[in-house]
């Protein structure tokens, strides 16, 4: 051992030598997750307000014309079934009138879809005003190409996400 220490020394001090570790003896590195913003957070931030120089009814039409390229490209009307594909998409995009409401001042609204959640669709009108329509206790038309579709709130009340995987049942009659 003595002479691999001088041999060490003396002829390879000005190259460096890497070691090897053994892979047993190494720890792993845990993948730390993302931290998850809380309400409080994602309000200070303004993550989803919109401001008022903004808020203007045209900027949102190429996002209309971005849902009707969208919900033309998944709906094939050939298939009696076109109507549940229709229900499963997103409507971000979309332009829907209320047609029946618990809030009688809500009644004949119409404007395109900006954000969708659980529980309301936030719209935004001709008029350049942001409008929050809640689902519950609401019935929605949404018109695609010839077909005016009635959207029951009451049944319509889940996150997008969560829709899209839902298997719907139709109802004859649906009581506000």
Known sequence: TFFFFFFFFFFLKDKKIFFLKNK????????????ILNVKQRKALKL???????????????????????IESIVDKSKGDWL??????????????VIQAKCASLVNLSGIIIR??????????????????PKQ???????LADHLIMLYGNQFAFRSSERSARKFKMQSTIEL
């Open 24 to 35: 047993k003896t190494q720890k792993k590195t845990k993948i730390s997750k993302r931290k």
């Open 48 to 70: 989803f307000t919109i401001p008022k120089n903004q808020q203007i009814y045209s900027n949102f039409l190429p996002l209309h014309q971005l849902w009707k390229a969208y």
């Open 84 to 97: 549940n594909t229709v229900i499963k998409a997103d409507l971000h995009g979309a332009i829907i009138k």
């Open 116 to 133: 969708e959640t659980k529980n309301t669709f936030k719209i935004i009108t001709q008029s350049n005003e942001l409008k929050n329509l």
């Open 137 to 143: 206790g609401s019935i929605f038309s949404l018109t």
